[in-house]
């Protein structure tokens, strides 16, 4: 009993002593979260169980779509849009649309928005009005 109470006091004194140096004591991580934009347009996320995805386009016109496997990838709120209303001309759709998911399962899905509207009266050509990113979880 004596050895133990003299382990506690000497974690508490090793604790004190790093504490006074500055040091601080914090508990594990957990992964980082993936952040995706159109630059990661038509490529493949691998993610672990519990990690976070977020995707964040940049034109307010944008339109999340349902992900192809919510088992496997959970949406955890609804996007959200942020105008940007300053230096903005418009109907230029300034700003940015962002959706947080969440690796819920192992398996695959796909993460897909949409949109019409490529600037002030452009309609989109080829792929600039889609976005697609296939998401695995380990």
């Known amino acids: 009993m004596r050895s133990l109470r003299v382990a506690v006091a000497g974690l508490l004194l090793l604790g004190a002593a790093a504490c006074a140096n500055g040091m601080t004591f914090t508990r594990a991580q957990s992964a980082p979260i993936v952040r995706d934009t159109e630059r990661q347009n038509k490529s493949t996320v691998t993610l672990k ?24 990838l959970r949406l955890e709120r609804a996007p959200k849009v942020r105008p940007r209303l300053s230096g903005c001309v418009p109907g230029e759709g300034c700003g940015t649309v962002t959706a947080s998911y969440v690796a819920a399962a192992a398996g695959s899905s796909t993460v897909s928005a949409t949109r019409s509207s490529c600037g002030e009266a452009m309609g989109c050509t080829g792929t600039s009005g889609r976005f697609t990113v296939r998401v695995v979880v380990r």
Do not use: A, D, I, P
């Not at 169980?49 to 944008?62: D, E, K, N, P």
């Open 49 to 72: 169980r519990g990690q976070q995805l977020r995707v964040v386009l940049h034109s307010t016109y944008w339109e999340f779509q349902k992900q192809s496997n919510r088992s496997v």
